[in-house]
């Protein structure tokens, strides 16, 4: 079984998944991250490939993609660094980042090397639905790769019932319209949004992401979901502790309690 649906079917709530971008700030501490957050407790890990315009994400995460790439940091480097990472890594691993760099290397290429890198999914935030179900579904499932899709306030009903039934792993719940970064916490409007989607009772469990950053935030997202996606928060964390993986996600966890 895939890793991410395993996960998922042992553990169904209160998961914790973080994000950081690969070679921020250092170009080699990839694997180190990794292993860390494992360590402390982490249930799931999404490892970013840095991009030149990531038109999803804020300016914490922009200004790392672009120290990463001014490390050397590239797709290809970023598979070298994960070959071994499965000698000792057991949680779910999951690659986000733009279709442009995965283009370029090749689709079917690019599930080929997760699969020898072991990683069990991949977000695309610029890849939309229809895309995925023509072109790219069938290639993804012949590597047992999970494509997870976002939706958002604005994603329709019936979009989302699509998105679940064409769809394996988890749904990313976004919280908002706006790019990645922190808020301070989910007002009203939010929360019963998270509740919609939990009353729909999709096929697909979901986890919350984009501002989460405190124990108000942390708490909103894990009640109406499986768990909550942390990345910004992390990021700058990391950046603040120069890259030393175990003193940020022990402060991270301290903030959100």
Known sequence: ?????????????????????????????????????????????????PFSDPMADGIVIQNAATRALHNGMSLRLLFEQLQDIRRDVRIPLILMGYLNPIMQFGFEAFCRKCVECGIDGVIIPDLPFRDYEESYKT??????????????????EARIREIDAHTDGFIYLVSSAATTGTQKDFDTRKQAYFKRIEDMNLRNPRMVGFGISNKQTFDAARAHSSGAIIGSRFVTLLNEKEGDAEKAIRQLKEEVG
């Open 1 to 49: 079984m895939n890793r991410i649906n395993q996960l998922f079917q042992d553990s169904p709530k209160n998961l914790l998944s973080i994000y950081f971008c690969a070679g921020c700030p250092t170009l080699d501490g990839t694997a180190d991250v990794i292993r860390t957050l494992e360590k402390n407790g982490v249930s799931m890990i999404e490892i970013g490939i």
């Open 139 to 156: 290639i993804a499932s012949k590597y047992d790769i999970r494509v997870i899709m976002l939706i958002t306030p604005e994603t329709s």
